[in-house]
């Protein structure tokens, strides 16, 4: 978890509060598809019911409206809430049930975090 007091003042207590969800640690590589139609190749580090966490050397302004691609997951609609020197964390649109998540992405070298 990250209980990191600069991470927690960079990115504002509600955001931590969301960082604190359960989640897989997942480095996997992904795509993020804008409300626009750009892609972006970016690399999953963490995802929960919540959102996720990624790397991404593109700027992707907060509020922006995005899909996460990752198969075999379909597209997953959520919005970027915060980035950091070449970080983004998406909140889901909808809440995604661990069954979902977990079933069908441990078996890609996901670690409960």
Not at 34 to 42: D, H, M, N, P
Not at 63 to 86: C, D, H, K, N, T
Not at 90 to 97: I, K, P, S, W, Y
Request: proline letters at 4%; one cysteine or more; glycine letters at 8%.
């Amino acid at each position: 978890m990250y209980q990191n007091h600069d991470f927690q003042q960079s990115v504002g207590a509600a955001e931590y509060e969301f960082r604190s969800a359960e989640r897989l640690t997942i480095p996997l590589d992904a795509t993020l598809r804008t409300e626009t139609g750009e892609e972006f190749a970016v690399r999953l580090r963490d995802i929960s019911s919540l959102g996720f966490m990624m790397e991404c050397e593109d700027i992707v302004p907060i509020g922006s409206r995005v899909e996460l691609l990752l198969a075999p997951l379909e597209p997953l609609a959520a919005e970027v809430r915060w980035g950091l020197a070449g970080w983004i964390g998406c909140r889901f649109h909808n809440e995604l049930g661990w069954d979902k998540l977990f079933l069908k992405l441990i078996g890609r070298g996901a670690e409960l975090a």
